[in-house]
């Protein structure tokens, strides 16, 4: 009897062991090292590393750069999270119904989900450009002028973030689409018998029902607005005068382009600082006032 | 039985290899190299090492594309540091600090010791060699070199009542020919511009090209100290930002490096500053009479060069040291510096490829290739510092501030000064 019950120990430990050293490897593992590593100086040429405390903090909080980099990156989440998720809601709201070319209007909705980051980058790239860019060539025709979308402090970070929001609703839009189709459709016909407006059904049937959805969504949204790079390396690099410079963008940066290893691996704590923050407030906070069946 | 028969098939074709593999054990060195300019670099790169294969049947070269300057270093650092390095790179020559910062180049001359290897490192144009030089030692040997030139449309000229064969020589003309070239519709707004200075990524270069006509050098020869905001400096970076601001001959804002050739192309304007590198691109694309001209002048003419030299990267293997530097004097030959210049537009690096028949046909036929080459005689090294990335970053965020308008010129390039000195100053003792 006890042999039994080890050995259905012994087994289940057995399953999760890939699941386990897979994350301990390629994340745990590193994770750690990374915040080791971050209190030691960057080895150089002959010169190996050497334990300096809390020295690369010091630098970050003096660092103009990276405070640039962490306004940028907040304005990005408070701004592409709410519009991404309001926008993906009402497209899965769009083509829930039954209406003529549903599937062809799913298929566009997903569309820039599927392209790569880097392709989708390409094709504003194009949009953007001055003077011929598809937005320019439709703005001449209202009479406006040829705009410098990607070469003004103000407009770049803005034009970025259009790009993350075109790219992301639609890939929200079927966790959406997924709860809506769950609500039970008994709690609409009851709606529609009390003779409800279609603003009371929304917000006293569908919004509750689709917050567990919304909290799953804007948690990935959010954690999603920490982890860009890739338009920023195919559209600005940075530019113009840090004005697009994202948090991971100025690690690659400073690991890649600058070698200070140690440095970057400061600011790499700091971005993991961030997303457990995010992640647990979240899930620890939000999650008491969602609602679930 | 199948599987028997493809077993012992399998057996055999292995055996065959092994057999017929060269008896004696050849060097193999793997050599990495960028792209930045548009053809097709990559055949043209097989077919040198397999000549140089060709030569030395006891060196085997494994050439590996590693795609821009910039991803090319860092697939060489981390590499390095792995302890897997190429063996020979082209890189930029603004790298080489960086690069002996990390212990990872071998200085030329210390393995390049005969007569006729000194004789060969010094066959460059100085112009080139003043960015591979350091410490009294060659660190790299000018490969894929180029300056910045004008190049401008000739029936814009004649459209706008200029002369279609004279491109503007000093800054008052680049005001004047531009804001004739300019053309704005009633509503004022901008049809064609009189002139495009790309300024986005690396502006540091193209602004590098005024700076020295307002003859100031940015950087010292050992790469310790920069000049980021004397009197002079500022004069040009605010005379950079006056062109958009102030005389409105130039977009305002940063201009994209990549987008630019293509507005040449459009007639959206019609002078732009780019690399010579791009000349093929230019003979290929523009529907119009072009032509090349050298830097306009203030003080004085001149351009940064730019672009890559050939490193050695130091190996405890001595055969491959010297394989690599087989090598790298296979690829500066006159032929081969004449050929990889006509290829690709950048500039022949020494000064006998010149006359090799094949160059002076090329030369006869499109005499715009010529540009470049006597523009060396003003050139400067281009800017390369200690933690070159970081620093020229510094003046980069100053530059794109003041050509958005957020930062006057005196203000941002005193910033950029503090922070420059702030990195190299554990260097300068």
């Known amino acids: 009897m006890h042999n039994r019950r080890l050995n259905l120990q012994l087994q289940g430990w057995l399953l999760l062991l890939p699941a386990v050293a897979l994350l301990a490897i390629f994340t745990h593992v590193p994770a750690v090292s990374t915040i080791i590593d971050s209190l030691f100086s960057t080895p150089q040429g002959r010169r190996p590393a050497a334990f300096i405390e809390f020295d690369q903090y010091r630098t970050m909080l003096a660092d103009p750069i990276f405070w640039r980099a962490l306004n940028n990156n907040l304005l990005y989440a408070l701004i592409t999270v709410p519009i991404a998720i309001g926008l993906a809601l009402v497209m899965a709201l769009c083509v829930n119904g039954r209406i003529r070319g549903r599937a062809a209007l799913r298929l566009a909705f997903f569309t820039p989900t599927i392209l790569p980051m880097v392709a989708a980058a390409n094709i504003w790239l194009f949009f953007y450009t001055p003077d011929y860019g598809l937005i320019d060539q439709v703005g001449r025709l209202f009479g406006s002028g040829a705009i410098n979308w990607l070469g003004n402090t103000s407009t770049a970070l803005p034009a970025l973030m259009a790009v993350t929001v075109w790219k992301e609703a639609g890939f929200f839009m079927i966790f959406f689409l997924a709860a809506l189709q769950q609500v039970s459709p008994d709690l609409y016909e009851a709606a529609r018998m009390e003779n409800a407006s279609r603003w009371q059904i929304f917000s006293r049937i569908t919004w509750p029902l689709v917050m567990p959805t919304t909290l799953f969504v804007a948690v990935n949204a959010l954690i999603n607005a920490f982890r860009i790079v890739d338009q920023v390396i195919a559209m600005t690099g940075g530019g113009p005068d840090n004005a697009t410079t994202l948090l991971l963008f100025y690690i690659y940066q400073v690991a890649f382009s600058f070698w200070d290893t140690g440095y970057a691996a400061a600011l790499s704590t700091v971005l993991l600082t961030v997303l457990g923050v995010v992640s647990l407030a979240q899930f620890f906070l939000l999650d008491r006032r969602i609602h679930y069946r | ?429």
């Open chain 2, 1 to 429: 039985m199948s599987k028997f028969i493809r077993i012992g098939c399998a057996a055999a074709a292995l055996t065959a290899a092994l057999l017929s593999s060269p008896a004696f054990a050849a060097t193999e060195i793997t050599f990495y190299y960028p792209i930045a300019v548009g053809g097709p670099i990559t055949k043209i790169v097989d077919g040198y090492t397999a000549a140089f294969q060709k030569q030395h049947p006891d060196i085997v070269v494994k050439p590996v594309y590693t795609g821009s300057y910039q991803d090319s270093l860092v697939k060489a650092m981390t590499a390095a540091k792995a302890g897997n390095a190429p063996d020979v790179a082209v890189l930029l020559s603004t790298d080489m600090f960086t690069l002996i910062d990390n212990d990872l180049i071998e200085t030329i001359d210390t393995i390049a010791t005969s007569a006729a290897d000194k004789a060969w490192l010094t066959s460059f144009y100085p112009a080139f060699l003043l960015n591979s030089r350091s410490g009294g030692h060659t660190w790299g040997v000018p490969f894929q070199r180029s300056t910045i030139v004008q190049y401008w449309n000739k029936d814009t000229f004649k459209v706008a009542g200029l002369d279609p064969d004279k491109s503007p020589a000093t800054w008052d003309e680049m005001i004047a020919f531009g804001k004739k070239l300019t053309k704005r519709d009633a509503a004022g707004q901008v049809s064609q511009w009189g002139l495009e200075i790309p300024s986005s990524g690396f502006p540091y270069w193209l602004f590098q090209a005024l700076a020295t006509q307002n003859d100031v050098i940015l950087a010292n020869e050992s790469g310790t100290k920069v000049d980021y905001n004397g009197a002079r400096v500022v004069e040009a970076a605010q005379f950079f930002a006056d062109l958009g601001q102030m005389y409105e001959v130039m977009p305002k804002g940063i201009i994209d490096w990549g987008t630019t050739p293509k507005d040449f192309f459009e007639g959206k304007t019609a002078i732009m500053w780019t690399t010579t590198g791009n000349l093929s691109n230019v003979r290929q694309n523009a529907k119009f009479a072009f032509g090349v001209a050298p830097m306009p002048s203030k003080l004085r003419g001149g351009s940064p060069t730019g672009g890559g030299n050939i490193y050695i990267f130091k190996n405890n293997d001595k055969a491959k040291e010297a394989a690599a530097l087989e090598f790298a004097r296979f690829l500066t030959t006159p032929d081969m510096a004449a050929d990889w210049g006509i290829a690709t537009g950048y500039v022949a690096t020494r000064p006998d490829a010149w006359d090799t028949e094949a160059m002076k046909k090329y030369a006869a036929s499109f005499p715009a290739a010529l540009v470049a080459r006597d523009q060396l005689r003003d050139a400067v090294a281009e800017l390369s510092t200690h933690e070159n990335q970081r620093v020229t970053k510094a003046l980069n965020d100053a530059l794109q501030a003041v050509l958005t308008g957020t930062k006057p010129a005196k203000a941002a390039l005193d910033d950029a000064q503090a922070e420059a000195n702030r990195i190299l100053h554990p260097y300068q003792n």
